[in-house]
């Protein structure tokens, strides 16, 4: 047997024949455990409240074994008591205080509970991945707790003393606390977000902690995202559409409070540019509450409408610099006519809504004020400075992609840019054609210039092209014909608003498009692969289907941020893969974090696709069994080099 240097690398891990043998019987147990749940989410939208309640209740599995152990044991009262203790211990630990007269005898009885909820959470892991999940200091109690075997009643006495010693040192708080954690953190094995953490919502900042912090999962950029990368990486054109959005959406408490973004000077200039002026069709969209006063709301209307027309000045002038991203049709301001009030749109002239421009200069439309010119440059270095941002940013692109292959689906936000006879439309970049995997591929490489690559010529064609990738009409995160903002502001004729879609998303109705697609990605041998699509919400109320081509791909997009729940009528999709297969859950609203912990409320979701799977998946079935099928084969290997004496062994 030929040796080689992995071999002997091996061998500094597993010294002998015994450690090689071990290993290869954990890892060929392992392989035969039950693959672990994936949950799939897309278009968060800053929707933070629902998000991490989602998270805490597992996507309905904690409530799901609370159920199936309790259901005629337990009042529905006292299980929903427990899910929600679960779901927020600290929080509900502070109500039930106030509540219960007997608290040792309630912290028992609830001891007790969790532990047989962890046992049947964790139930498909193995002993070593549990203990390795579980939270410092409780680490050798909770094991001890979760192996209980038989009828011992030594050990029955042994784990009796040890919840009682857990409530008689006051630390069955921090104990409920541990073991809650560990529960969630075994509902689910995998996430996946599947694009659009950013924008509408007001908690973006807080969804990213959560991430970082969550222990297994990866993200497919969305054109949110990107737009928010691109902005980390200097783009003025992703700025100004960033700092537009959040004061269109009462949400510049993202920018402020979560990023440390100095909003004042633009607030000033705003203010005093358009004094005068109501700027109504610029008064937020948040529809709830505001935390503004009616003065506030004013200044951010005029805050958006000053964003507005810098934004349209920084994308000309990017669109008379790149005149391969083909956009001259969004080229407007100079097609204004502000003594007439018209503008002449596709050669057909229409009468503009608003005619109070201070700043644009009828000679140079395209070109900045002094004004303007700072105010951009500010915010640029604002973005480009924010530590947490960065922070953020970094982490988008460690765990992101342009799309996913895992466990033979196939994740990505957008679309593939096809033409409507069905094929692969091609899209320039940076002097390249690309299209399908080849396009995306390249797309995820321009994306890591434009915030990574010293700066060049080149690095400034790719932050560049993060606008384009925001809302050129071939960007696959994009997936429309036109952004058509100009028109949405300052044009009254319906028809102009319209964004027409890619043909994609009407031949991802066909099987067979859907099969090329997979092909192309190379997972067209694969029997059970599905496409998972975020980015176009599903309008359920409507009667739209989420499930597309016989089951071929499905979109996750229901609407989760509540800008979209009008127009879907729900509050998006969570879909869940386990060891059974595939669940499409269609939810709805989730009122608030506060109800939840005080009556119990969760989030109500129907079952709306349920594709079980012949033959349960084992972890072998999966990427990571592929993995450890690779490792046991070589230390298989290793096994024959010590046993022919190729390697000797070490005691």
Same mark, same amino acid.
């Given at each position: ?54 998270? %805490? ?11 199936? !152990? ?14 929600? &203790? ?12 106030? =509540?219960?007269?007997?608290? %040792? ?49 030594? +050990? ?28 969630? *953190? ?13 924008? *509408? ?49 009462? %949400?510049?408490? =993202? ?17 005093? =540019? ?14 709830? #509450?505001?935390?503004?006063?009616? @003065?506030?709301? !004013? ?55 608003? @005619? ?59 679309? #593939? ?28 490489? #321009? ?17 560049? &092209? ?15 014909? +036109? ?18 879609? %890619? ?8 099987? =067979? ?69 595939? #669940? ?28 079980? !799977? ?38």
């Amino acid at each position: 047997m030929k040796m080689d240097k992995y071999l002997n690398q091996l061998s500094k891990t597993y010294k002998n024949i015994q450690e090689v043998s071990e290993e290869i019987i954990n890892l060929q147990a392992i392989l035969n455990l039950p693959k672990g749940t994936e949950l799939f989410l897309s278009d968060i939208h800053g929707e933070y409240e629902a998000f991490i309640h989602l998270l %805490n209740n597992g996507s309905g599995i904690i409530k799901s074994k609370i159920e199936s !152990i309790y259901e005629k044991s337990l009042t529905e009262e006292d299980r929903k008591d427990l899910a929600t &203790l679960i779901y927020y211990p600290e929080e509900k630990l502070n109500l039930v205080k106030k =509540t219960k007269t007997n608290l %040792n005898e309630w912290y028992k009885i609830t001891l007790y509970r969790l532990i047989e909820v962890t046992k049947a959470v964790s139930s498909k892991y193995t002993r070593s991945k549990v203990r390795k999940a579980m939270p410092d200091g409780f680490d050798y109690i909770i094991d001890e707790l979760l192996h209980l075997q038989g009828d011992d009643s030594n +050990k029955e006495l042994y784990y009796s003393q040890i919840v009682d010693s857990i409530i008689d040192l006051n630390r069955a708080d921090n104990f409920i606390v541990a073991i809650s954690e560990l529960i969630k *953190r075994m509902a689910i094995d995998h996430l996946h977000i599947v694009g659009d953490i950013y924008d *509408r919502g007001p908690g973006a900042p807080i969804i990213m902690d959560k991430l970082m912090n969550f222990h297994s999962l990866d993200i497919e950029w969305g054109n949110h995202d990107i737009l928010w990368m691109g902005a980390a990486s200097g783009n003025e054109a992703c700025i100004a559409n960033v700092v537009r959005i959040c004061s269109r959406y009462d %949400n510049l408490a =993202t920018l402020e409070e979560g990023y440390g973004i100095n909003i004042r000077p633009l607030s000033i200039f705003a203010t005093e =540019t358009y004094k005068g002026d109501s700027c109504k069709p610029f008064l937020p969209r948040n529809k709830e #509450v505001s935390k503004y006063s009616n @003065t506030d709301k !004013i200044v951010l209307s005029k805050i958006q409408k000053a964003m507005a027309i810098i934004q349209f000045k920084i994308e000309g002038q990017l669109i008379k610099k790149h005149p391969e991203y083909k956009m001259k049709d969004r080229l407007l301001l100079d097609k204004m006519n502000l003594e007439k009030g018209v503008v002449v749109i596709g050669g057909t002239e229409y009468k503009l809504t608003d @005619t109070n421009f201070p700043t644009v200069d009828k000679k140079n439309p395209y070109k900045l004020s002094k004004e303007e010119e700072e105010i951009i440059e500010r915010l640029k270095m604002s973005f480009m400075h924010s530590e947490k941002l960065n922070k953020h940013v970094n982490f988008l692109y460690a765990k992101g992609h342009m799309y996913q292959k895992f466990n033979s689906n196939l994740l990505f936000h957008g679309c #593939v840019p096809m033409k409507a006879n069905g094929d692969f439309d091609s899209v320039e970049i940076m002097g390249k054609s690309l299209k399908g995997k080849e396009l995306l591929d390249y797309i995820e490489n #321009v994306a890591h210039k434009a915030y990574f690559g010293e700066m060049s010529e080149e690095t400034q064609d790719a932050i560049d &092209l993060m606008w384009y990738f925001w809302a050129g009409p071939k960007s696959p995160l994009f997936g429309k014909e +036109k952004a058509a903002t100009f028109e949405r502001y300052f044009v009254e004729e319906k028809e102009l608003h319209k964004e027409s879609k %890619n043909p994609y998303y009407t031949l991802i109705n066909e099987e =067979t498009i859907c099969d090329k697609i997979l092909e192309n990605f190379g997972l067209g041998e694969e029997e059970d692969s599905h496409i998972i699509n975020g980015h176009m919400p599903v309008k359920a109320k409507d009667g739209e289907s989420p499930v597309k081509a016989n089951g071929k791909l499905i979109v996750i997009d229901g609407g989760f941020a509540k800008a979209y729940q009008p127009t879907t009528g729900i509050a998006g999709y969570t879909l869940t893969y386990n060891s059974h297969g595939l #669940v499409l859950a269609m939810n709805e609203p989730f009122e608030s974090k506060c109800k939840a912990i005080e009556e119990g409320l969760d989030i109500k979701a129907q079952t709306i696709l349920k594709e079980n !799977i012949q033959t349960r998946k084992r972890v072998a079935d999966t990427d990571i069994g592929e993995k450890l099928k690779e490792e046991v084969e070589d230390l298989k290997q290793l096994l024959v080099a010590y046993r022919e004496g190729e390697l000797k062994e070490k005691i």
